[in-house]
């Protein structure tokens, strides 16, 4: 028996009926599973450490990858530079490419949340008030017969799409899946963002020394040039070797405003990713002694790289969406049913109405299903299964490069130890030909020009050594990006869910 209020049926049931028929929907199209982490044990054919005794080398501090090892969220600050760590704060604070992401990244998440929204019924309440005359030819639509009246109006209305075959809670997950590839492309845009700070400090300063064993390189050469015009004017020299000095020294100084020029080109380059313009950034000078060179290094695991790089996490996302919207497009081939309640109340006065004024009520269910469409709807989700196909695929290009960056920074870092084994030894050697060229010169054995070639030799040492110096850094550091750059250890990041 139907239960009533007062003389009219009651639609509590008729919603409740409602309910459980949905709750007992499906939900078609894939259930999205993230795809399982490559069987791969290493990242390159032999996984070779980066050293082994027969690389050590005085003055070359040996690093040592750590399997496993995790990565800390604040990486760049195992360099120990305070002005490093100022330059990242910098751009971590007013860098407009990371704001940008953030911002996109909270649209994502509220259009996520909106949707969300669309699996609860809707409630609209509405009020209305009129002041009407019914023409004395026609009855009036009062009891009373009273031709002129005021009619107020309330009413509640509540709208319901049941999700039977589960299109909303498709929508739904497109969006959160949406929403989280937003997060970890600005967890890319963070990492870059660092990771390009870094290097550009570290190349900077790699510069700067360059261009300082460069200067004093261009003075030895000078000095020489003086000695040979005076040997010259002594008639011990010919022209010839006058003209082959200056030769030396017109190269020498060659180098020097090439090297100025990228030291500006770097300084400029963290001004921009600072958030500041080049003319009113104040960048101090860096030099490669400020840097300390981290000795332990992670290296995580194969099964677990796919885990911790943001763009390998936002072609999953993607490929979580483009799943969900191929159940959108099939779901959107079914049935879709409405269902409308309206419940309400007029009277010719406020009063009667809050108290007791005549109510009404309807109950409204619709049943919709595509006929005939022209063949949109099937092609529709033929492009959804393609879509699908395309992420499939990118996001296995994606986890190939991934693992092709780590490799190639761990090639990196091993040509870096064994260029710089090579540049200290030479740096050595000039270092230990020039003390036995000046002690000639003061016993009077050898001309100062040998001092001076033995000066120059060093110097230009000193030059490729600060080159090795700084790749090493600069891969140092792409390592850590290779691998995710942490940021799973940082206390800021909030996963959307």
Not at 287 to 315: M, N, T
Not at 332 to 356: C, F, I, K, M
Request: net charge negative; with cysteine.
């Amino acid at each position: 028996m139907a239960s009533t209020i007062g003389n009219r049926p009651n639609p509590i049931p008729w919603a409740a009926a409602a309910l459980a028929f949905v709750l007992s929907g499906c939900v078609v199209g894939p259930n999205y599973h993230t795809p399982e982490a490559p069987t791969v044990t290493g990242y390159t054919p032999s996984d070779a450490p980066l050293t082994s005794a027969s690389t050590e080398s005085p003055g070359v501090a040996v690093q040592r990858l750590s399997l496993g090892a995790d990565v800390p969220g604040q990486w760049w600050t195992l360099f120990g530079s305070p002005a490093l760590n100022a330059l990242v704060a910098r751009a971590l604070s007013a860098n407009p490419d990371l704001t940008s992401a953030q911002a996109a990244l909270r649209a994502a998440r509220e259009t996520y949340y909106a949707q969300r929204a669309a699996v609860w019924p809707t409630v609209d309440a509405s009020y209305q008030v009129s002041r009407q005359e019914t023409p004395s030819s026609l009855a009036s639509i009062l009891s009373s017969n009273a031709d002129l009246f005021s009619l107020h109006t309330a009413q509640v209305t509540v709208s319901y799409t049941p999700d039977l075959f589960g299109l909303t809670r498709r929508q739904t997950e497109g969006a959160l899946a949406q929403a989280q590839a937003q997060q970890f492309q600005t967890e890319a845009v963070y990492l870059t963002l660092t990771s390009n700070v870094v290097v550009a400090a570290i190349t900077q300063a790699g510069l700067q020394d360059q261009a300082d064993a460069t200067a004093e390189l261009i003075a030895a050469d000078r000095k020489t040039l003086d000695q040979m015009r005076a040997q010259l004017a002594a008639g011990e020299l010919s022209p010839a070797d006058i003209a082959t000095q200056e030769a030396v020294v017109a190269q020498a100084e060659q180098l020097l405003p090439s090297l100025q020029k990228q030291i500006a080109q770097q300084k400029d380059l963290l001004a921009d990713l600072t958030g500041q313009y080049p003319s009113q950034a104040e960048l101090e000078d860096l030099r490669l002694a400020q840097f300390d060179l981290p000795i332990d290094l992670p290296l995580s695991l194969p099964s677990k790289l796919v885990e911790q790089r943001p763009d390998v996490q936002a072609a999953d996302a993607n490929l979580a969406a483009a799943s969900a919207q191929l159940g959108v497009a099939i779901a959107s081939r079914l049935p879709n049913v409405a269902l409308t309640a309206d419940a309400g109340g007029e009277a010719t006065s406020l009063s009667r109405l809050l108290s007791n004024g005549d109510g009404f009520w309807a109950l409204t269910g619709a049943v919709v299903q595509p006929v005939f469409d022209a063949g949109g709807l099937k092609h529709k989700q033929r492009a959804a299964e393609a879509a699908l196909d395309q992420a499939k695929a990118q996001y296995h290009s994606t986890v190939l490069s991934a693992f092709q960056n780590v490799a190639d920074t761990l090639a990196a870092l091993q040509a870096d130890t064994s260029s710089l084994r090579s540049a200290a030894a030479a740096t050595r050697a000039a270092q230990t030909s020039l003390a036995l060229a000046r002690g000639q010169v003061a016993a009077g054995e050898v001309s100062v020009l040998a001092q001076l070639a033995a000066e120059q030799a060093y110097d230009q040492a000193m030059v490729t050594q600060a080159q090795a110096q700084g790749a090493r850094l600069a891969d140092t550091a792409a390592l850590y990006q290779a691998l995710g750059g942490g940021w799973w250890n940082r206390t800021e990041t909030v996963a959307v869910r």
